[in-house]
């Protein structure tokens, strides 16, 4: 009788050896938190999609940054849920728009804290496209543009320290560079949603951004879930533009992606785990169906893992509680 010569359980054998053979840490520093910061006073609106994220008015935005700081996350990332919304999309980059506000209150309290602002018109166009439409309902990629340069201008200017431009337009990462170079603001980084999908996971997010397309899809500007390759090229694109960091969107179905993004490009990678993501593990979590707090270790790890550098999360402060 044969002994297997190479034991894999050798080093499983107890915890010490397993932590000395671990390939993946998570740690507090590769997250960013996302919030949506909603016009008025005095809301907080829990998302119904998504327990334990909240709708929250500039004012009422103070404690939750407070804990996102004692916790030792680094960076938070901002969506604007405005009080009106046009076809031209002018809450977006109005100088005294939510996100602008949320911005300098943050920046002047927490100056070390980074803080990142989603660009993009949909949850500021009163029909939910990231675009400007035109008469036939397409999409004016070359007029969006512009005002998606406004847009980031203005975030810029009230002290943001990254855009992350989440539109999917061709040429927007060039247009914004250039736009915030023009105008003094060389050292504002862009973070680009670089390979963003069409996705069904994004559901919960737009009942908490408001921001549901009220006719048509987004499937002539966000990418096909089918294709891997095309994930290249947009990110090709994106740093000869002058991204400075690039995203894979969601993540947990697309880590494929993630890993073959990793193996092709050395600069910084973000994994966006998405709404939907995290409305599956709390609602099977809250019927009893699998252990929370594992699922979203052994999720973030994954994402991790497959070669994601920055994990943007609502589980943020969930898991930095448990890394504490
Ligand atoms: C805006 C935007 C979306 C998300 C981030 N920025 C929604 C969309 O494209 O429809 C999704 C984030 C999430 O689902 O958590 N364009």
Redesign the pocket.
């Known amino acids: 009788m044969a002994f297997p010569i190479t034991r894999m359980r050798r080093l499983r054998k107890n915890e010490a050896l397993r932590r000395m053979v671990r390939e993946t840490s998570l740690s507090v520093d590769d997250f960013i938190y996302?919030l949506f910061v909603v016009y008025g006073e005095n809301k907080k609106i829990p998302v119904t999609s998504m327990p334990g994220v909240y709708q929250l008015s500039c004012d009422m935005l103070e404690s939750e940054i407070q804990e996102t700081v004692d916790l030792g996350i680094p960076a938070v990332l901002l969506?604007g849920i405005p009080e009106n919304k046009d076809a031209a999309a002018s809450s977006a980059y109005d100088d005294n728009g939510v996100v602008q506000q949320a911005v300098r209150l943050i920046k002047d309290r927490w100056p070390e804290l980074l803080v990142i602002t989603?660009v993009?018109?949909?949850?500021y166009t009163d029909h939910g496209h990231?675009g400007v439409v035109t008469g036939t309902g397409t999409i004016d990629n070359d007029a969006t543009l512009e005002l998606l340069a406004q847009e980031a201008l203005s975030h810029a200017k009230a002290g943001a320290d990254i855009v992350a431009p989440?539109?999917?337009m061709d040429g927007r990462i060039g247009y914004i560079r250039e736009a915030l170079d023009a105008s003094g603001f060389a050292d504002t980084a862009v973070m680009a949603?670089a390979a963003?999908y069409a996705?069904g996971?994004?559901?919960?997010?737009?009942e908490?951004?408001e921001?549901?397309?009220q006719f048509g899809d987004?499937k002539t500007y966000?990418m096909d879930p089918a294709n891997s390759r095309e994930a290249l090229r947009e990110i090709e694109l994106d740093l000869a533009e002058g991204a400075d960091i690039i995203m894979v969107?969601?993540a947990l179905a697309y880590l494929d992606v993630i890993a073959r993004v990793r193996e092709r490009f050395n600069h910084p990678l973000a994994a966006?785990?998405?709404?939907?993501?995290?409305a599956m593990v709390k609602a099977a979590a809250a019927n009893g169906w699998l252990d929370e707090e594992r699922i979203m270790m052994e999720v973030l790890t994954a994402i991790k893992r497959a070669g994601a550098d920055i994990i943007?999360t609502?589980f943020a402060k969930e898991a930095a509680r448990l890394l504490g």
């Open positions: 996302p969506f989603d993009c018109l949909c949850e990231c989440s539109d999917m949603y963003k996705s996971f994004y559901g919960p997010f737009r908490a951004a921001s549901a397309p987004r966000q969107k969601p966006y785990n998405v709404s939907g993501e995290y943007i609502y």
